[in-house]
Nanobody, 117 residues
Framework: QVQFVESGGGLVQPGGSLRLSCVAS????????MGWYRQTPGKLRELVAF???????NSLDPEKGRFTISRDDVRNLVWLQMNSLKPDDTAVYYC???????????WGQGTQVTVSS
């Protein structure tokens, strides 16, 4: 059974940092490109960063260096380090394979990130 368990979210002030974690199970983790997605009410879920099976990290944030994704294929973990957070980063964050349809579009509960003063 495919499962994603995200954690590490919370309330942070603008300019602060958070590190999100995701543990995955039910599939051969090392065979898949992994991504972090986020969703706010009324909007489509969007991809914010991904990492290849070779460990090449990519951020889709226009500001270089704000979001950094990493993975551990031994422990089936993927992280998202988020720095210089803004109120617009407020969302529920999810991890999944890329594309999610490869594993039947299973999603975890996500972890809420709220950026507010």
């Amino acid at each position: 059974q495919v499962q994603f368990v995200e954690s590490g979210g919370g309330l942070v002030q603008p300019g602060g940092s958070l590190r999100l974690s995701c543990v995955a199970s039910g599939f051969t983790f090392s065979d898949y490109k992994m991504g972090w997605y986020r969703q706010t009410p009324g909007k489509l879920r969007e991809l914010v960063a991904f990492i290849t099976t070779d460990g090449v990290a990519n951020s889709l944030d226009p500001e270089k260096g704000r979001f950094t994704i990493s993975r551990d294929d031994v422990r089936n973990l993927v992280w998202l380090q988020m720095n210089s957070l803004k109120p617009d980063d407020t969302a529920v964050y999810y991890c999944n394979v890329i594309p999610p349809s490869r594993l039947g579009n299973y999603w975890g509960q996500g972890t809420q990130v709220t950026v507010s003063s």
